[in-house]
């Protein structure tokens, strides 16, 4: 009996470790809209016959290529914890118009243009990195990038992390305005976060000055229901609450305990801003 038992606990552990492995995250960022214009975010995007890794080589588009989805595929190619449909596309090249396969993941999840600037935001890869709590355990971590591009040149770019794959249901991409940093023409902010409770969502904010693209600490949000939340904020000089030259990080937590009683806690950071850099107070 006892055998039958560890068998039957065994095959159980399989099944939920291979449904684990053969979850696919991000196609929810990842998700386009049939006759809607999008953008390549991938150097060298590989154009293929059909929708699969190994079809015949049509084409390869360079980053910022604007393209046509014409149709979702059912077909998802996962590459680390970044799973994505391929797509039937259109395109424009060299004065003529021609159709293949593209991978979701090769697109941006948002892009927007700026004075004669495009700026693209797109995930890159999938990394182990060690956990801070359990040094012994790895996770998985995605990671992204903002680039802009002038013309056909990319004239800047900067990565950033976005989490685990459960945190890629959506995605957000806009242009804010300088918040009055010193210097600094505008600010973006791209975004990601989870569909279900205790998954967090990530917003990271990028100055623009100079050709250059600077990116802050990253925020970070994470809750379930009335139980506990963790959020982050930036305060900047034109926020109610603001200083000139400076922006604050402001943090508040909240858990309850087992008598059902809130417990909070807040805390801020002060960044100082000379007009090129910033450093903690």
């Not at 290529?65 to 449909?85: P, S, Y």
């Not at 060690?130 to 992204?144: F, G, H, V």
């Not at 139980?227 to 508040?252: C, Q, R």
């Amino acid at each position: 009996m006892k055998s039958l038992v560890t068998a039957l606990l065994l095959f159980v552990i399989q099944v939920f470790s291979a449904q684990e492995e053969d979850m696919v995250y991000g196609n929810g960022i990842f998700n386009f809209e049939e006759n809607k214009p999008q953008k390549i975010f991938t150097q060298h995007t590989r154009v293929r016959l059909s929708p699969k890794v190994d079809a015949p080589i049509l084409d390869s588009l360079p980053t910022n290529q604007q393209v046509l989805i014409i149709k979702q595929d059912t077909a998802i190619l996962k590459l680390g914890e970044r799973g994505a449909n391929w797509y039937s596309v259109s395109y424009r090249k060299d004065d003529k118009t021609s159709e293949g396969y593209i991978w979701g993941g090769n697109l941006c999840v948002g892009y927007r243009n700026k004075n004669g600037y495009d700026f693209l935001f797109g995930l890159t890869k999938t990394i182990n990195k060690k956990d801070k709590q359990y040094p012994e355990s790895i996770i998985r971590q995605n990671m992204a990038a903002i680039k802009v591009i002038e013309g056909n040149t990319l004239v800047d770019e900067v990565a950033f992390e976005t989490g685990s794959g459960e945190s890629l249901s959506y995605a957000t991409f806009a242009i804010e305005s300088n918040h009055q940093l010193q210097n600094v023409e505008f600010t973006l902010k791209a975004g990601v976060s989870g569909e279900a409770c205790g998954i967090p969502g990530y917003d990271q904010y990028v100055l623009f000055k100079d050709r250059k693209l600077i990116a802050l600490p990253q925020l970070m949000d994470v809750g379930d229901a009335d139980v506990y939340y963790h959020s982050e904020e930036f305060i900047f000089p034109n926020d109610k609450g603001g200083i000139p030259n400076a922006f604050i990080l402001k943090m508040e937590e909240m858990e309850r305990d087992d008598h059902d009683r809130e417990k909070k806690k807040k805390g801020s950071k002060t960044y100082l801003w000379n007009g090129n850099t910033y450093q903690l107070k």
